[in-house]
């Protein structure tokens, strides 16, 4: 199939503006590839005894041969998110596999893993954002010993995923295979939790059934079964080829799940330095692969926090995308998956009416995919149109359906739910901003209203509650951005807009920080760059002024004076109450170095790469 002309020019912009830092990133990756040698051939006697102390015999005597691949597993695991509780069974099924194909694998570090399900609202949600850069960082730690041949990353959620990527970039070296634990199986309707949350935020039940109905919703082992971050995570990690194909949506504790842990265990070991088809994870993610994720996320509907994390992890592999790649991309990627808060499904569901193998199929046969790129099970992304299944008890792959089987959540590329993505790009004078738009109905994504000003989503849900907000408004919330506090998701706002837009209002929000990929039917310009707390133009808006969010042509204005509005100075906030408490003290740094949402709100530095 023919390429989509859109698809060559976003693809080649991005090879020519990122030519210089690609080959700066690529030399130094492949100045450390040990290619025919183990990675820990280097280190002394000394440092080896150290690394392999504490090993079984039989692995020990393996280790010693300095032969054979041995494979990291990095894992996020922990027993209190059920995303990652899974995660405790991977390890011991790794090594035994590992070992059978004639390698070993060790537990080489755990990075931190946070819910933004349980911080949503509180403190601990300004720590959520720089927890990336930690997983990043983290993951350089694990690796740092020099002692692996591949990698095994073991993590589902929000900036877990996007961290390892990072740090498995930094190693861009080292093979690298991503392991999924699945979402949780079925719960109870979205459309009954959401209902639920709404009369609960009228004050017409209480808590307690508030509480039955989130358990019955998030009930089990797995991860939440909306089209969040975190399961837009499993789909970037497959259209990348970073999954075993078709790996993605299989629940946890199955007898398939298993196997396609195992399998990815064998495959780590045949894409090591001395396995038969060596495949570093520098040369999977190059931009072609990037541009794959870009279109998943539109085809998809997928969280707007991609925004940041896609940037960021491709400017840690030498890449340079932004805002525009996006924007320019959505005019022309159709819309083919509707998964909660997008339509009714869920991810379950989703997969079970022909899911991811289906809809890369499609953008494939379109034109809008880059097939020729490398993945961790060989060349073509045409491998990733087929879905795994036990024949007789034994791991293989079948193609996906050729058909949706729920055309209500999936469909072709001939007949999609939108002809344009699900994600856009606003500008104006007020700076830029992303809206996701795959959830908004036509008639609410033009809202022009008079701004009311807060500095903090309680503030405003203290306003909504004294029934000052029964009137059009646009809700302007501001100095939530990286510099500020850290920039909490501010989903605390959703059922009151809701509430409100319900009512016939117009409203919608502005605001410096996130709300992530379960952003619902309020249209919301987010991540609004420059950022107050930089000085932003957001800073300027007063109570009043007639703000403009128009997500069909691409405006976020503000209707006042020109000459007045250059002599307006920037509003201040009282930041003090974000530096402490829940360890936001320990997080000075990152607040103090982020770069803005725009750039991927990076904390650390990356190379200079004009002065390699």
């Given at each position: ?15 020519q503006r990122s030519r210089v830092q690609r080959q700066a990133y690529l030399s130094r990756i492949r100045a450390a590839t040990h290619q025919g ?318 899911g991811l193998g289906f809809v890369i199929r499609e953008l494939l046969d379109a034109g809008l995919l880059h097939d020729d790129v490398q993945t ?237």
């Open positions: 199939m023919t390429k989509h002309p859109v698809l060559v020019e976003v693809t080649e912009r991005i090879i040698k183990v990675e820990r051939s280097q280190l002394s006697c000394t440092n080896l005894a150290h690394a392999f102390a504490a090993m079984p015999g039989d692995a020990k005597l393996r280790i010693k041969e300095a032969a054979r691949p041995n494979l990291a597993i990095v894992s996020a695991y922990n027993d209190m998110l059920s995303a990652h509780m899974p995660l405790e069974t991977f390890p011991a099924l790794i090594k035994d596999e590992a070992f059978k194909a004639g390698a070993t694998a060790q537990f080489a570090g755990g990075v931190p893993a946070m819910c933004d399900g349980v911080t949503q609202g509180q403190a601990g949600m300004e720590l959520s954002l720089f927890s990336r850069d930690v997983i990043a960082m983290s993951t350089a730690v694990a690796l740092s010993h020099q002692m692996f041949d591949a990698a095994l990353y073991l993590g589902v959620c929000d900036k877990i995923v996007p961290g390892l990527l990072m740090g498995a970039l930094a190693f861009g070296h080292l093979p690298a295979i991503f392991v999924p634990a699945g979402p949780m199986t079925t719960g109870i309707s979205n459309d009954e939790k959401a209902k639920t949350r709404q009369l609960y935020a009228e004050g017409k039940v209480g808590r307690d059934a508030l509480l039955e109905t989130e358990s019955k919703s998030y009930h089990g082992p797995g991860t939440c079964t909306f089209y969040g971050t975190a399961n837009s995570n499993q789909m970037l990690m497959e259209i990348m080829g970073l999954h075993l194909p078709g790996t993605a949506f299989i629940n946890p504790g199955s007898p398939l799940r298993e196997a396609l842990t195992r399998a990815a265990a064998r495959q780590a070991v045949r894409i090591s330095a001395e396995g038969e088809a060596f495949t570093p994870v520098a040369e999977i993610v190059d931009e072609k692969a990037i541009v794959n994720a870009m279109v998943g996320l539109m085809a998809t509907g997928g969280s707007t926090n991609h925004t940041m994390h896609l940037v960021a992890a491709a400017r840690v592999a030498g890449i340079d995308i932004n805002w525009d790649d996006f924007d320019t991309l959505s005019t022309v990627v159709p819309l083919l998956a509707r998964v909660y808060p997008n339509g009714k499904a869920d991810v379950n569901q989703f997969h079970a009416a022909g961790v099970v060989g060349k073509g992304l045409y491998a990733y149109t087929r879905e795994p299944w036990l024949n007789n008890g034994q791991l293989d792959w079948r193609d996906a359906p050729s058909e949706p089987l729920d055309r209500e959540i999936v469909r072709p590329a001939s007949d999609p739910f939108s002809s344009n993505g699900g994600l856009r790009v606003l500008s104006g004078q007020l700076g830029r901003a992303v809206i996701k738009v795959s959830a908004v109905k036509p008639e609410h994504r033009l809202v022009e209203a008079p701004a009311v000003v807060f500095h903090s989503q309680d503030d405003m849900l203290a306003a909504f509650k004294r029934g000052e907000l029964e009137k059009d408004f646009i809700a302007v919330i501001r100095f939530q951005g990286p510099r500020a506090n850290g920039m909490p998701e501010l989903h605390k706002l959703t059922p009151a807009l809701s509430i409100l837009q319900e009512r016939g209002f117009k409203v919608a929000l502005v605001t410096d920080g996130r709300m992530s990929g379960a952003s619902g039917k309020v249209p919301a310009a987010i991540h609004v760059s420059p950022e107050a707390a930089q000085g932003g133009p957001i800073a300027k808006v007063r109570d009043g002024d007639i703000i403009r969010v128009d997500a069909d042509n691409g405006l976020l204005q503000v209707q006042v004076d020109a000459e007045e509005w250059a002599l307006r100075t920037e509003s201040d906030a009282d930041l003090h109450g974000n530096e402490y408490g829940v360890g936001r003290e320990l997080f000075a740094v990152f607040r103090n170095t982020a770069t803005s949402a725009e750039e991927g709100a990076i904390s650390f530095a990356l190379p200079q790469w004009e002065k390699m």
